[in-house]
């Protein structure tokens, strides 16, 4: 391709919308353009990069003997009124009418559309298992459209969807699409981990993995083993303290309040008082599907509302707000504690645990000593509902855990008949008994792999593509398209090069030298061919993005090296 034709508005000030690397980097080197929050426009180089990545994706799910189709975006809502999943998606669910007043939605997902494609076009066990896969637009109305593409309202996705009659064959499937991902992800040249996770919305009844590349600007925290390969997502992290706390001794001495008045944060308990944060008992109250509920935790630990929301089987969670609190205990946040609480309360192992605390009096500017659970408040609801911290011990061995900030790329998931019992998906087996069918879901966000790839691959001058997903393989750079020596050289060169199958943008534009490198370190391909005074000689420079290094050599050197280069990709 001829840069001086090609769609590619390079910045040279950072947007002031960007936050993330990815986002400053993609807009500066003329990757996308935004339309509306979370909604972008992929310009011509974004877009080869999109594809090869779906090409990438392609080729390892026909692999597993996968099989691609395309089902529509607009979806019946009914369907997810039968699945029972309309209101749990809440207002992330785009809905909207047609001229008849039927009301569709706009697919964030397509656990609904493909379980009633099976449910009305296999008719028996002989055709199971079988996969198929989609690479298509989706729709979610985020709360908080950010970091560019990393979070956004119309995002593109991988999501295959596995059929089967028994768990054996789900296993086997579920089995061939992890290696899949980390065959996708290694080629995409991610360095990224496998994590235990959460269902979430998608929900299921068996084991589920997110990949996470890795990556400080990533939402997730994937807390893994320095010894043994234990990697989970935050959300679903237990460790050895976990497993093992016990109590101490209780003293003898009654509970007793005293005031503290303006002392209302653990920071502020522990510098006042000279105590340490895991003697104190920090209480938190939540909603739980519009029912008030309490959390007590040792005051050096964070909730984990996942684990929360999973032990209460609940629908929706979210913390209280102030009014909520003033109403249903009378006294102000800052204040709440576990003593003589008018709803359930949920204490978390650790704070079972301590043998004497100090938590709040449910009264303005007092708390109370010398707390001893199970003398002072109830134990009847006592489980894991906290955090791991950094530094605990591995679950599986008792090596020390570490946290690494992560982006999620894909999620594996263990459906079970979630799905097909709701929407009556069943076919006769073998013995002529109807059976509903075991399924699997496997998703990769494939236009969030595009910031994925950019956020590990980058410095301060602009990307550096992985030459297997850049959008060309070769920049070739006449200095001046004015010198007759250089302008031929540089033809000849473009001629042969893309004769031979190699990718090649030529920057043919009437722009002074600074202004093509500087477009060309923002562009990020990884091998660059500068033509210059030398020309006269044969001689081109040869540069790779992500190295400072560079060489003169003939033109056949040149060519040579290119191969060589690109022999693996």
């Known amino acids: 391709m001829r840069q001086r034709n090609m769609l590619i508005p390079t910045l040279r000030e950072i947007p002031a919308e960007a936050e993330a690397a990815s986002h400053k980097l993609m807009l500066r080197g003329g990757f996308i353009r935004p339309l509306a ?21 392609r ?4 692999r597993t003997g996968a099989q691609e189709l395309l089902m529509p975006a607009m979806q019946p809502t009914e369907l997810w009124q039968q699945s029972e999943r309309y209101n ?38 002989r055709s199971l298992p079988m996969t198929v896969y989609q690479i298509q637009t989706k729709f979610r109305d985020e709360r908080r459209p950010r970091f560019g593409l990393l ?21 086997s499937t579920y089995q061939s699409m992890y290696e899949a991902y980390h065959r996708i992800f290694t080629r995409c040249g991610l360095r990224f981990r496998s994590v235990e996770a959460d269902a979430g919305s998608i929900g299921g009844e068996g084991e589920t993995h997110e990949f996470m590349a890795l990556a400080e600007i990533g939402e997730d925290t994937v807390v893994v083993c320095s010894s043994c390969g234990y990697a989970a997502n935050l959300e679903k992290a237990v460790s050895a303290q976990q497993i093992q706390e016990k109590a101490t001794s ?29 003697t104190i008992i920090k209480t938190l109250v939540y909603v739980a599907d519009g029912q008030p509920v309490a959390i007590a935790i040792r005051g050096d630990h964070e909730v984990n509302e996942l684990k929360v929301k999973q032990w209460l089987q609940a629908e929706a969670l979210e913390l209280s707000d102030e009014w909520t609190i003033q109403q249903s205990l009378g006294g102000p946040a800052g ?92 076919t006769a087996d073998a013995a002529g008994r109807q059976t509903h069918l075991i399924m699997g879901c496997y998703g990769i966000g494939v236009s969030r792999l595009l910031s994925a790839i950019v956020e590990q691959y980058h410095d301060e001058q602009g990307i550096t593509w992985p030459a297997s997903i850049a959008p060309f393989q070769v920049h070739l750079i006449p200095v001046s398209t004015q010198d007759e020596v250089q302008r031929n050289l540089a033809e000849s060169l473009y001629q042969q090069l893309s004769g031979l199958g190699i990718e090649v943008l030529m920057d043919d534009r009437e722009e002074r030298p600074g202004v093509k490198f500087k477009d060309a370190d923002l562009i990020g391909i990884p091998i660059r061919l500068v033509i210059g005074k030398k020309a006269v000689d044969g001689l081109v420079e040869y540069k790779t993005r992500s190295s400072s290094e560079q060489a003169e050599l003939t033109v056949e050197a040149a060519v040579d090296r290119i191969l060589k280069q690109l022999a693996n990709v």
């Not at 080729?59 to 026909?62: G, P, R, S, T």
Request: proline content about 5%.
């Open 335 to 426: 204040y709440i504690g576990p003593v003589g609480l008018p709803f359930k309360l949920l204490v978390d192992h650790s704070a079972a645990q301590v043998a004497s605390g100090v938590a709040g009096a449910n009264e303005a500017d007092y708390h109370v000593r010398n707390v001893v659970p199970g003398r002072d408040f109830p134990l009847n609801h006592v489980g894991d509902f906290r955090n791991v911290k950094e530094g605990e011990g591995c679950p599986h061995c008792a090596s020390e855990l570490k946290f690494h900030r992560g982006i999620e790329i894909g999620h594996v998931f263990k459906l079970g008949t979630k799905y097909s019992d709701k929407l009556k998906a069943e």
């Open 37 to 57: 929050a979370g909604i972008y426009t992929y310009l011509p180089t974004g877009w080869r990069v999109l594809r090869k990545i779906e090409r990438i994706i």
């Open 59 to 62: 080729e390892e799910m026909d």
């Open 250 to 278: 209780a003293p003898s001495c009654d509970c007793e309040k005293f005031a503290t008045p303006g002392i209302k944060t653990i920071d502020q308990l522990v510098h006042a008082l000279g105590i340490t944060a895991d």
């Open 88 to 125: 749990v998606y809440g207002p992330e669910l785009i809905r909207l009418h047609d001229r008849n007043q039927r009301e569709f939605a706009l697919g964030p997902t397509h656990e609904e559309v493909v379980t009633s494609l099976i449910r009305d076009t296999v008719s028996s066990y």
């Open 151 to 171: 979070r956004g309202r119309e995002f593109i996705m991988k999501d295959a969807y596995s059929f089967a009659m028994d768990w054996e064959s789900l296993d």
